[in-house]
């Protein structure tokens, strides 16, 4: 993987980039507009059509990225500031959308499957919004914590903010984490089960921290409380100023924006496992226990969420900081393209379980694989090597 710059001279390639991924929280306030200028009613799913058809075409045109930053230029690039306000301004174009949404809800011009469009296309704003809320919620500033329980409150799922720091990154990669798909499971069966598994996994964990510190559940520091406070603001605030009528177009996109975030859970780590050490503990999480890609276009829209292995190993990092590595196991395509492949089962599996496969030599005893299905799966591969 090449590296850029000279000691002392580092600039990131993509430095300007970055702010391109502020389309996609703008894009819930283009489909008026262009459904306006255009006629074409079409545009009012321009969100799914941004996310499941253009960006995985680009990503085919433009390819791989190629550059890493140093070690060396670490602390320069996580300093920098610029990269803080590209996910800062996610935020209120983020709400802006939603309130333009919100108003458009309301108006009886529009039909019920333009309505539709727009809440999908909304929810898929809600749903990259997690990914700007993750971002932030790495973060050991507490003003960064505070946007990210903010981020999250358009789609009322306020608890992954607990769930995603203390109980994925330390479960990640093993069958106790209900964010971590198993070799054979569908996407369809694994929406329900991390899902559920992800609410009580995060209840759990703010409960026995907030008992740690001699407080009860009803604790003004309780982080859940805090973030469905603000989702409980933010929709009691919409509803005042639209009337009820929104509800449901609130709850669909959040529901969109939900299933969005879980199917990404589901690419992420399909089939790995951490090894284990000789007293049974799990090994401290690698490279190897996250599927990467590097394609340059999806990455630029998540915030190089795609270079997850080095996301994991190192959860510290700023996401300008992310390196690609060559120990991680790499991904056929981008993201967006394959959350759309996740969705059909028979295709992912022809997809993804050779890779599985191949990662561990033949091996399916070293993957994390689904509870009611080794035997068939062993048997295919032993038939196959």
């Known amino acids: 993987m090449q590296t850029v710059g000279k000691p002392g001279d580092f600039r990131d390639p ?14 819930a306030l283009l489909p008026s507009q262009l459904v306006f200028h255009t006629k074409a009613e079409v545009f009012w799913w321009i969100g799914p059509v941004i996310v499941l058809i253009a960006i995985p075409v680009l990503d085919w045109i433009v390819g791989e990225d190629g ?19 590209c996910t800062y301004l996610f935020l209120p174009i983020q709400f802006v959308s939603l309130a333009v949404a ?44 505070l946007l990210s329980k903010i981020a999250l409150s358009q789609s009322g799922y306020g608890h992954f903010f607990v769930e995603h720091n ?31 598994g992800g609410f009580r996994s995060a209840v759990h964990l703010e409960r ?14 309780n982080n859940i409380l805090q973030a469905w406070a603000m989702t409980a603001v933010l929709f009691g605030s919409l509803t005042l100023a639209f009337g009820p009528t929104i509800l449901p177009w609130l709850a669909i996109q959040g529901a969109i924006g939900i299933a ?5 859970n589901y690419v992420e780590h399909y089939g790995l496992l951490r090894a284990r050490k000789a007293n049974g503990r799990y090994e401290r999480c690698s490279p190897r ?15 190089h969420l795609q270079r997850h292995s080095d996301h994991h190993a190192n959860p510290g990092r700023r996401y300008q900081t992310l390196r690609s590595s060559e ?3 790499q991904l056929p395509a981008g993201y967006a393209t394959m959350i759309v492949l996740a969705a059909v089962p028979p295709l992912w599996r022809a997809v993804m379980d050779p890779k599985v496969a191949a990662h561990y030599g033949g091996d399916l005893s070293l993957a994390n694989v689904a509870p009611a299905k080794p035997r068939r799966l062993l048997a295919r591969y032993r038939a196959a090597a």
């Open 289 to 303: 226990d996250s599927w990467n890609s590097d394609r340059l276009v999806t990455n630029i829209f998540l915030f």
């Open 208 to 221: 026995a921290r907030l008992h740690r510190q001699g407080r009860g559940w009803w604790s003004a520091s």
């Open 67 to 85: 550059n890493n930053p140093r070690e060396e230029d670490y602390a320069a690039l996580s300093a920098d500031r610029y990269y803080r306000w």
């Open 102 to 145: 919100c108003f458009m809800w309301t108006s009886p011009e529009l039909a019920l499957i333009d309505k539709l469009g727009l809440a999908a296309t909304v929810g898929f704003v809600s749903g990259i919004g997690i990914n700007a809320a993750h971002e932030l919620g790495h973060r050991v500033e507490s003003a960064e914590k």
């Open 260 to 264: 969005l975030l879980e199917t990404v």
């Open 327 to 329: 120990e991680a196991p």
């Open 14 to 27: 993509k430095r300007y980039l970055w702010a391109l991924g502020l389309i996609a929280p703008a894009s």
């Open 166 to 196: 203390r109980g994925h990154h330390a479960r990640v990669a093993t069958p106790e984490d209900p964010a971590s798909a198993r070799l054979g499971e569908s996407l369809w069966e694994f929406l329900p089960r991390s899902v559920i």
